[in-house]
């Protein structure tokens, strides 16, 4: 199984997070053991997700369904 560090640094070297890879840290993080560079690479993936250097499939998804029921409303 892989490691919350290897999920982080695949996601880091591509700026993407796919919705695979952050159901797979879901279940690490709730299942797992961890070690301190396993918790800070998840945390530096919290802060590039939020300053976005990181995109994450599961938001682009729900920003593309407002998106696209916003201007359903519109017109």
């Keep these: 199984m892989d490691r919350i560090l290897e999920i982080v ?3 880091l070297a591509t700026g993407y997070l796919t919705v695979e890879a952050e159901n797979r840290l879901r279940l690490l993080l709730q299942t797992t053991k961890y070690g301190l560079d396993d918790l800070n690479a998840f ?3 919290q ?3 939020m300053a976005g ?3 994450q499939e599961s938001r682009e ?3 593309t369904q407002r ?3 916003s ?3 519109d017109s």
């Design 9 to 11: 640094q695949q996601a």
């Design 71 to 73: 201007s359903s409303v």
């Design 43 to 45: 945390m530096t993936l």
């Design 47 to 49: 802060q590039s997700a």
């Design 61 to 63: 998804g729900k920003h």
């Design 53 to 55: 250097l990181v995109k």
């Design 67 to 69: 998106l696209y029921a």
